[in-house]
């Protein structure tokens, strides 16, 4: 069974940074395109960053980009959304899901959605 365990919110000052981890268990991430989602209070979930599985490839909301990376430790079985400059519309909660192969960074291609971690970013 496919279960991730996302960790790494808080509260953080705008222009601030923090790191999300998403541990899976029950698979290896190995063969999976990973994703990072956020929901915010009364919007639908976002696609923010998604990574591939065999090159790494990566994926970035235009909203995010040059602010956020994704990686990957296939090793620790972990991937990392190491989030830098971070803006108040940033706030939301962040989950992560896998998919074999799916078609885009959305998030009715991905499954196996974790419990997700709530980022605030308040002065």
């Known amino acids: 069974q496919l279960q991730f365990v996302e960790s790494g919110g808080g509260l953080v000052q705008p222009g601030g940074s923090l790191r999300l981890s998403c541990a899976a268990s029950?698979?290896?991430?190995?063969?999976?395109?990973i994703g990072w989602f956020r929901q915010a209070p009364g919007k639908e979930h976002e696609g923010v960053s998604c990574?591939?599985?065999?090159?790494?490839?990566?994926y970035y909301a235009a909203s995010v980009k040059g602010r956020f990376t994704i990686s990957r430790d296939n090793a620790k079985n972990t991937v990392y959304l190491q989030m830098n400059s971070l803006k108040p519309e940033d706030t939301a909660v962040y989950y992560c899901?896998?998919?074999?192969?799916?078609?885009?960074?959305?998030?009715?291609?991905?499954?196996?959605w974790g419990q997700g971690t709530q980022v605030t970013v308040s002065s």
């Open positions: 899901a896998a998919a074999l192969r799916p078609a885009s960074c959305a998030p009715a291609d991905f499954g196996s």
């Open positions: 029950g698979f290896t991430l190995d063969y999976y395109t």
């Open positions: 990574i591939g599985d065999s090159d790494g490839s990566t």
